[in-house]
Every structure is written in structure tokens, then in C-alpha cells.
């Protein structure tokens, strides 16, 4: 089939590639504008677009799909089905009717659960033990088209946000070929989305990612999973910003980090020669590797050896 594949981000790039190795023809590529980033900001081409110009096939960065001349753009490409993984931009109903295969959406959740544009930070977040991908058809409502295919992925325990959509982006690549290929064959009947069990993931903003130490333990392990790395976890220290990558849970019922009968408050900071330790509103939990405000990642302990806490400090204020 003639297809327009839409998308922008890294977690994208994998499933453009498995189309343009499939025995589908990737006529045209839709992704966002060139976007600053970087600690330069300097402008940089979409990860989508440049995989896509490697392989030699057009591409188009319209500000706006609802722009008419995005459909004119569609319009000559002549696609049979347009697939979408992670595009960043709603498709207008005026986009939708022109392939008469429809729009497929690659979405990482299973849905009708966690519909929206974070659906795998949202799940570590909740303590989802099995989450997964399924391709559906686009419509006007927010992720709610018939399903066409499904895979589940079981999250572990040290998953962040960014292991977890690694690898479903590379198995949800598999499932849209596979996709593609039932649509052309004539084998998929769309299964409409169940009413019951719906959730929703909307995206995670920079506050989203701020640590409050007087949740428990699990709670912020899963909440330094979840914002990593985008849009990061964090708290502060000494009024500013010190960057949290996963910590680690403490088990209550092995060896204790604290000096027998030592407890700590919320927040509370514990250093060692070899560790970093922090009260939540359960039990204390070690942190990893942390990031001060204009300097480089750095493990716990060499923080702590430059800053020397002083018994009773915080991180949170």
C-alpha cells in the first residue's frame, strides 16, 4: 500500500524504518517544524525527518495539519492508509476521510486505558504491572477509534519512562507492519473500545516532575520512574534546583542505612562515605545519581562530599 507515515519524536523512528522495510511503499513523511533544543538551542530537525531525508523520501513539516495547504500536501502523495506514531498534532476531520484505509494511530497504552499523549508515564505512575501498544483508526474523539491490533508489555520494577517506551517502540513497530499488512490483506475487523475502564494520560509539564518527599516511598520511586528522563524529577536544595534520577527503595526488613534508632522527616537528607539516604512519608529511600543546578550528572555520594549536609537539612525546602 501507498502509505504517509506521520511522526516526530525518537520513539517514532522505528516504526518509520519498519515501514520502509516492509512490503509497503512510504510515499511522504509528516512531521513537526525544526524545534530548538539542546543546551544551545540551536534549531534541529525532527529525529522523524532525518531518518526520513536519509532515506531519500519527501517530507513536509506543516505548522498545523488544519493548514489547507497540509492537505493539498496529502492530497498529492495519494496515500492509501496514513499511520501515526507520536505525530505531536491533532488531525483534523478534514485530513481523516482521504485515505480510504483511514489514519492508523500506534498509541503505547492498552487502550481504552490511558488516553492522551503520556500514556506510558502515566502508567509507572499508577504501578501498572502489564501495560502494551495497540494500533487503532483515528477519529474526531481523543484516542477512542476501533482497535485493530494489540501487544501487551509486562513493566518492571526499575522501568523508567524511558526504558518502557524503548522497548514498546521497537515491538510497536512490529505490530503496525503487521498492521498495515492485515489492513491490505482485508483480514482486520476493527474492535470498537470497551466503555468500561477508561483513563486518561494528559501530558506531564515540568511541576509534574517535582518530588514531594512526604509521599511514600513507592510513590516517589514511581515518580522519579515515570519523569525520566522527560520531563525530569526533581527538588531542591538550598533554594536551587537539584535534578533526581531513579532512586532506590530501602527494605525495611534487611540492614538499615540509619544508625539504629534513627528515623528521618520527609526530606530529611542522611549522607555516608558511600550513600545518600532521604526521608519520605514512609521509609527512607538512596539516591541514585543526582544533577545541581548548571553542572553535570554525578552520583549521590560526590554530591554529597562537595555540599557536606548538615544534620537536619532537607532537599524540598
Not at 44 to 56: D, I, M, Q, T, W
Not at 292 to 309: E, N, Q, S, Y
Amino acid at each position: 500500500m501507498r502509505v504517509v507515515f506521520a511522526g516526530t519524536p525518537e520513539v517514532a523512528v522505528p516504526s518509520l524504518q519498519a515501514l520502509l522495510g516492509s512490503r509497503h511503499d512510504v510515499v511522504g513523511v509528516l512531521t513537526r517544524p525544526d524545534a530548538r533544543a539542546g543546551r544551545g538551542r540551536s534549531t534541529r530537525p525532527s529525529p522523524v525527518r532525518v531518518a526520513a531525508e536519509e532515506a531519500a523520501v519527501p517530507v513536509a513539516t506543516p505548522t498545523t495539519l488544519r493548514d489547507p495547504q497540509a492537505r493539498e500536501v496529502v492530497e498529492a502523495w495519494q496515500p492509501e492508509v496514513c499511520a501515526v506514531v507520536a505525530y505531536g498534532g491533532l488531525v483534523p476531520p478534514a485530513l481523516l476521510d482521504l485515505p480510504r484505509h483511514g489514519w492508523v494511530n500506534l498509541h503505547f497504552s492498552l487502550l481504552p486505558a490511558w488516553r492522551g499523549a503520556a500514556p506510558v508515564q502515566h502508567a509507572i505512575l499508577a504501578g501498572d504491572d502489564v501495560t502494551g501498544a495497540v494500533t487503532f483508526l483515528l477519529e474526531e474523539g481523543l484516542d477512542t477509534g476501533p482497535v485493530l491490533g494489540r501487544l501487551t508489555e509486562t513493566v518492571r520494577p526499575d522501568d523508567t519512562s524511558g526504558d518502557l517506551l524503548g522497548r514498546l517502540s521497537k515491538s510497536g513497530a512490529g505490530l503496525l507492519v503487521a498492521t498495515m499488512d492485515g489492513l491490505e490483506d482485508g483480514v482486520l475487523v476493527p474492535e470498537p473500545q470497551p466503555a468500561e475502564g477508561v483513563s486518561h494520560a494528559p501530558k506531564l509539564e515540568v511541576e509534574d516532575g517535582r518530588v514531594d518527599w512526604g509521599q511514600p516511598a513507592f510513590a516517589v520511586d514511581r515518580r522519579v520512574r515515570a519523569t525520566t528522563p522527560a520531563p525530569g524529577a526533581w527538588t531542591t536544595w538550598r533554594g536551587d534546583r537539584l535534578k533526581i534520577f531513579p532512586v532506590g527503595l530501602v527494605d525495611e526488613a534487611g540492614p538499615g542505612p540509619l544508625p539504629e534508632g534513627m528515623r528521618l522527616a520527609p526530606g530529611q537528607v542522611h549522607a555516608t562515605k558511600r550513600e545518600v539516604v532521604v526521608g519520605t512519608g514512609t521509609g527512607p529511600v538512596r539516591l541514585g545519581q543526582v544533577q545541581p543546578l548548571g553542572k553535570k550528572t554525578m552520583a549521590a555520594a560526590d554530591w554529597a562530599r562537595g555540599v557536606r549536609p548538615e544534620q537536619g537539612e532537607h532537599l524540598g525546602g
